[in-house]
């Protein structure tokens, strides 16, 4: 995993958790379920990568469930 695209795409999700949770579930469809990257490139990426740079282009988002959003 690229630290420079992590740090970038920790800016875009601050929390680290959520982050992580982000990028596993991205990796797995991108490996597992056949779907294509969002984003073109011209450098071979591994799969974390990929997620990471869809976060940073704002390409990729996420949805709390209403449960996590109540205090």
């Known amino acids: 995993m690229r630290e420079d695209y992590l740090k970038q795409a920790s800016k ?3 929390d680290p958790n959520i982050l992580i949770n982000v990028v596993s579930k991205r990796v797995r469809q991108l490996q597992h379920e056949g779907m294509e990257p969002l984003i073109d490139t011209l450098e071979k990426l591994e799969p974390e990568d990929v997620a990471l740079r869809e976060i940073i282009e704002g390409k990729l988002s996420y949805e709390l469930p209403d449960e996590l ?3």
């Open 12 to 14: 875009v999700i601050s």
């Open 69 to 71: 959003l109540r205090d």
